[in-house]
């Protein structure tokens, strides 16, 4: 496997020269900017239109951020925000990956190479106090000592069904490490940053259909042995079409915001959730493919401003090839994974206008 990504990332260089970039790579830097940053390009070169960015230019060179985004893609969501830190002379991120990722021995070599660190998953209660206590002592370690800054997801696993909201309980385990500060004073020692991530077309959007239509019934959802795998081989490999990455304002006046709204830890938690979600919102760029499956759920053409005839008929096979057009709960959840930034956009709009 690791062979295969090689050739992959570096398909112009034989084997002897392969081995002499491999050689030459005494750091996980180095590693990643030598090989990952070729295969990320590459990807990125296969499968999709092209990667823009927003916000980047107000960071600072060499300042460790806590980076908190929406979470579409297993592997290629922090791989393409390490790419664009890369170019734009930013510190590169430490991020966490659920362990149930990486059972495969490939998939943990190349999570270690890449700075990734494990989250624990289905521990008892007890188990899991313990590893969130340490895995928040050693986030705050490396904003604090090492320097480095962090990304996280703004929940537990992807979103799926296209509305991105925050887990209280992420923000809870983050705040941990806190001691006797408020939480609110603890995040204001670092710089917090809002990402939004967004796809014009998600490669894994069918993957993702079994689990919401379990949800939609209220079943329980169990994941084959391979899910996960399949998901991150299609989410590299899969037509993307563009794709944009957005960095929202850094975490400043919301502090004192909250604060004097709230003096209750959990309620302060809560009030940066919602922060974070409004940023969130605010900066995911709408593609064609978003306004389309608003108006075809609405049965409107509100946003046929935003998109041609082309796009539309190209979305319209993408849903008659991927789904079952007969089954109404499925069209339904597929076109809400599309249309749902537009919803969370225009209720932010009308709430600021309020």
Same mark, same amino acid.
Not at 255 to 282: C, G, M, V, Y
Not at 283 to 298: E, M, R, T
């Given at each position: 496997?690791?062979?295969?990504?090689?050739?992959?990332?570096?398909?112009?260089?034989?084997?002897?020269?392969?081995?002499?970039?491999?050689?030459?790579?005494?750091?996980?830097?180095?590693?990643?900017?030598?090989? /990952?940053?070729?295969?990320?390009?590459?990807?990125?070169?296969?499968?999709?239109?092209?990667?823009?960015?927003?916000?980047?230019?107000?960071?600072?060179?060499?300042?460790?951020?806590l980076f908190?985004? +929406?979470?579409?893609?297993?592997?290629?969501?922090?791989?393409?925000?390490?790419? /664009?830190?890369?170019?734009?002379?930013?510190?590169?991120?430490?991020?966490?990956?659920?362990d149930?990722?990486?059972?495969?021995?490939?998939?943990m070599?190349?999570?270690?190479?890449?700075?990734?660190?494990?989250?624990?998953?289905?521990?008892?209660?007890?188990?899991?106090?313990?590893s969130?206590?340490?895995?928040?002592?050693?986030?705050?370690?490396?904003?604090t000592?090492?320097?480095?800054?962090?990304?996280?997801?703004?929940?537990?696993?992807?979103?799926?069904?296209?509305?991105?909201?925050?887990?209280?309980?992420?923000?809870?385990?983050?705040?941990?490490?806190?001691?006797?500060?408020?939480?609110?004073?603890?995040?204001?020692?670092?710089?917090?940053?809002?990402?939004?991530?967004?796809?014009?077309?998600?490669?894994?959007?069918?993957?993702?259909?079994?689990?919401?239509?379990?949800?939609?019934?209220?079943?329980p959802?169990?994941?084959?042995n391979?899910?996960?795998?399949?998901?991150?081989?299609?989410?590299?490999?899969?037509?993307?079409?563009?794709?944009?990455?957005?960095?929202?304002?850094?975490?400043?006046?919301?502090?004192?915001?909250?604060?004097?709204?709230?003096?209750?830890?959990?309620?302060?938690?809560?009030?940066t959730?919602?922060?974070?979600?409004?940023?969130?919102?605010?900066?995911?760029?709408?593609?064609?493919?978003?306004? /389309?499956?608003?108006?075809?759920?609405?049965?409107?053409?509100?946003?046929?401003?935003?998109?041609?005839?082309?796009?539309?008929?190209?979305?319209?096979?993408?849903?008659?090839?991927?789904?079952?057009?007969?089954?109404?709960?499925?069209? +339904?959840?597929?076109?809400?994974?599309?249309?749902?930034?537009?919803?969370?956009?225009?209720?932010?709009?009308?709430? +600021?206008?309020?």
């Amino acid at each position: 496997m690791i062979k295969a990504l090689l050739g992959f990332a570096l398909p112009e260089k034989s084997s002897d020269e392969i081995l002499q970039i491999l050689d030459s790579c005494h750091s996980i830097r180095d590693f990643q900017t030598k090989i /990952i940053y070729p295969a990320v390009m590459r990807i990125l070169d296969k499968s999709s239109e092209g990667l823009t960015s927003s916000g980047f230019e107000k960071l600072t060179p060499g300042q460790p951020y806590l980076f908190i985004s +929406n979470h579409r893609d297993i592997v290629l969501d922090t791989s393409l925000l390490n790419a /664009i830190l890369y170019e734009k002379n930013l510190l590169m991120t430490a991020s966490a990956i659920g362990d149930n990722l990486v059972h495969k021995p490939f998939l943990m070599a190349l999570s270690r190479l890449n700075r990734n660190f494990l989250v624990q998953r289905k521990l008892t209660p007890k188990e899991m106090l313990e590893s969130s206590k340490m895995l928040s002592e050693y986030i705050k370690q490396l904003l604090t000592q090492d320097k480095r800054s962090v990304w996280i997801a703004q929940r537990e696993g992807r979103t799926k069904d296209g509305n991105d909201q925050s887990q209280q309980g992420v923000l809870k385990m983050l705040a941990l490490a806190k001691g006797e500060k408020s939480p609110v004073d603890y995040f204001k020692g670092f710089k917090l940053v809002p990402v939004a991530i967004s796809y014009e077309y998600d490669p894994t959007d069918r993957l993702k259909m079994p689990e919401l239509l379990a949800k939609h019934f209220d079943e329980p959802y169990i994941k084959t042995n391979n899910e996960d795998f399949n998901s991150i081989l299609q989410g590299a490999l899969g037509n993307k079409k563009r794709i944009h990455i957005a960095a929202g304002e850094v975490f400043d006046q919301e502090w004192d915001a909250i604060a004097a709204q709230e003096s209750l830890p959990n309620k302060q938690l809560a009030l940066t959730a919602d922060f974070i979600d409004q940023s969130i919102h605010r900066y995911y760029h709408l593609w064609p493919s978003n306004y /389309i499956a608003y108006d075809i759920y609405h049965r409107t053409n509100r946003f046929s401003a935003h998109y041609d005839e082309k796009e539309k008929r190209q979305f319209e096979r993408r849903l008659e090839k991927r789904i079952d057009m007969q089954n109404e709960v499925m069209l +339904n959840s597929f076109l809400l994974m599309y249309a749902n930034p537009v919803i969370n956009k225009l209720a932010l709009e009308k709430a +600021n206008a309020q």
